[in-house]
């Protein structure tokens, strides 16, 4: 006869982390959230639901939010590099959902903020001007629907100038997430 272990359970809105720490969504303030587990979430979770077709190849490609999060980086000015890199954190508990489908969803809209909120402060994580914060996620969005979306010039929401260099998906969400915390360990020292 085989011995069985007991399954550790937290009963309520919880979720088990990468760490093997739980997240709950009731009180995110006092979840114990590793950087490691925000890299490796959002480097397991593609932007645009999965739909991202490579405009050199015509072919669909992975491409995930820690990537997103670390090109955002980069093109941030020193004091929001930081903020800019880490303003998907809501969704490495929360999940992520499409622009559209998340406009009708007022309570994940809901949760996901508080869960955004707790994790930038539990990170120390200043956001010094969030209207610039958004403007770069609005220019990353036009770089996005330029290079991995098989747009056809419709009218999106929102306007804002692409970067000029173009994105290649890195594919690989452990080069993803290596990425993203290289990044982040780097902004740490600065």
Not at 71 to 100: F, Q, R, S, W
Not at 120 to 147: I, Q, S, W
Request: charged residues 20%.
């Amino acid at each position: 006869m085989s011995t069985t272990t007991p399954i550790r359970r937290i009963v309520g809105p919880t979720i088990l982390l990468g760490s093997g720490t739980y997240f709950d969504f009731e009180n995110p303030e006092a979840s114990q959230l590793t950087i490691e587990d925000v890299a490796y979430s959002l480097a397991f979770q593609s932007r645009f639901t999965g739909q991202c077709v490579s405009r050199r190849t015509g072919r669909r490609v992975y491409y995930s939010i820690a990537q997103h999060c670390a090109i955002m980086a980069h093109y941030a000015d020193p004091p929001h590099k930081l903020a800019a890199l880490m303003h998907e954190v809501g969704e490495a508990t929360c999940g992520d959902l499409n622009a559209p489908l998340k406009a009708i969803c007022p309570d994940y809209k809901r949760v996901e903020k508080r869960c955004e909120t707790a994790g930038l402060r539990h990170f120390g994580v200043d956001v010094p001007n969030p209207a610039y914060v958004k403007l770069l996620d609005m220019c990353m969005l036009a770089t996005e629907r330029r290079d991995l979306m098989p747009w056809k010039g419709e009218e999106w929401t929102g306007t804002a100038t692409p970067f000029a260099e173009e994105i290649i998906p890195w594919e690989n969400p452990h080069s993803a997430a290596e990425a993203f915390l290289v990044m982040w360990h780097s902004l740490q020292g600065a």
